[in-house]
């Protein structure tokens, strides 16, 4: 298949745009696309954001603005690139309804640093692609790969909407948690996978093994187990990884802690060696960035116990597709299904595997 043929490059598309461009946002993924701007000559014309986000202060050398005062100076004719991710059904709304009435597209950069996703990097990995696809157990698994591409290469909420499910899909008809789950989550947070998957279970599992790095989630992790839990449960403050070993880590508080080049000293463990051969039949990844060295540490598990597997495939541009190579590497028995769930940009987009 012609990846390449599916959409036209967004950067390609600004860099040629003669209206105005406004950026919708701040922060992080604003500063990613700025860079991305400098580097391709795309020159941005102002910044705004929500109107209870608005408070007198500028951003990258720009006052940040209204949207009615955007369109009071340059009028309705404008691009605007939403530069923030979220998952909150009024603020999806409210990036639905731009995106009705304007030009709106949402460049995909990724979460940590990594390859651009652009034309160019589609040509280098267009056959790991290719056999990625011819993989997935589901027309709805292919459906989101190509809508996946289709986005990441144009910016278009559309491909997002168009593919997007319910968690509640994917853990009916793929993961169909029991009230026996030896349940591994690599990435814990605060406990709300742990708590996710209980609302399936009616609060029963047969053990729970939790890995969270984060000094401030792991205290919040612990504290929800302490009044919640009761029976098998192993809480570990460390990151995954494929060994034990000590790591600098950027303790952020927040979903995007992540491995940095200073930061906290951090314990990293291997699922394999903290199971230490016990079994696990849900296992659970979202390590920003690191999944594939968690996969290498829980390499024996996957192989003995060939758990459920729900993974996060968007950190990284070619996790959607890597991935799935490399779980079918280690074990060819499983199928492979993907799921995007509400989010823009395309955050949430998970590969989940079964034997069953």
């Not at 050398?61 to 690139?81: C, K, N, S, T, Y």
């Not at 690599?186 to 093994?209: H, K, P, Q």
């Not at 009761?230 to 992540?258: I, K, N, P, Y």
Request: with cysteine.
């Amino acid at each position: 298949m012609d990846f390449q043929s599916l959409e036209t490059s967004v950067w390609q598309r600004l860099a040629a745009e003669t209206r105005p461009i406004v950026l919708y946002g701040m922060g992080d993924g604003a500063d990613k696309i700025f860079a991305e701007f400098d580097r391709l000559g795309i020159r941005a014309s102002a910044v705004f954001a929500s109107d209870e986000f608005v408070r007198g202060h500028s951003f990258r050398g720009f006052q940040v603005m209204r949207l009615r005062e955007v369109l009071a100076r340059w009028g309705e004719d404008i691009v605007i690139v939403i530069a923030f991710a979220s998952q909150r059904p009024e603020v999806l709304a409210r990036m639905y309804a731009l995106d009705a009435r304007y030009e709106v597209v949402a460049p995909d950069v990724p979460v940590v640093p990594g390859e651009l996703f652009d034309n160019a990097f589609v040509r280098r990995h267009a056959a790991e692609m290719e056999q990625a696809f011819d993989l997935l157990a589901d027309e709805r698994s292919r459906q989101v790969f190509l809508d996946t591409v289709r986005f990441k290469l144009s910016g278009k909420l559309h491909y997002l909407r168009a593919s997007e499910t319910d968690k509640d899909e994917a853990f009916s008809s793929i993961l169909r948690p029991t009230d026996a789950e030896h349940f591994a989550d690599l990435g814990a947070y605060n406990g709300d996978t742990v708590r996710e998957l209980l609302a399936y279970t009616g609060g029963r599992f047969a053990s729970i093994t939790a890995l969270e790095p984060d000094q401030r989630n792991f205290r919040k992790l612990s504290d929800y187990a302490a009044h919640n839990l009761s029976g098998e449960v192993c809480l570990v403050q460390a990151g995954a990884w494929s060994a034990d070993t000590v790591m600098s880590f950027a303790d952020r508080a927040g979903r995007q802690s992540r491995l940095g080049a200073s930061g906290r000293q951090t314990q990293m463990r291997a699922l394999d060696s903290v199971l230490g051969g016990m079994p696990c039949t849900l296992l659970k990844m979202d390590v920003e960035g690191a999944e594939r060295e968690a996969i290498a540490g829980a390499a024996q598990t996957i192989k003995r116990y060939r758990p459920r597997l729900n993974i996060a495939a968007y950190h990284r541009s070619e996790d959607f597709f890597a991935l799935p190579l490399l779980i079918r590497a280690l074990c060819p028995a499983y199928r492979l299904y993907l799921r995007h769930h509400p989010y823009v940009p395309a955050w949430d987009t998970n590969l989940y595997a079964s034997c069953e």
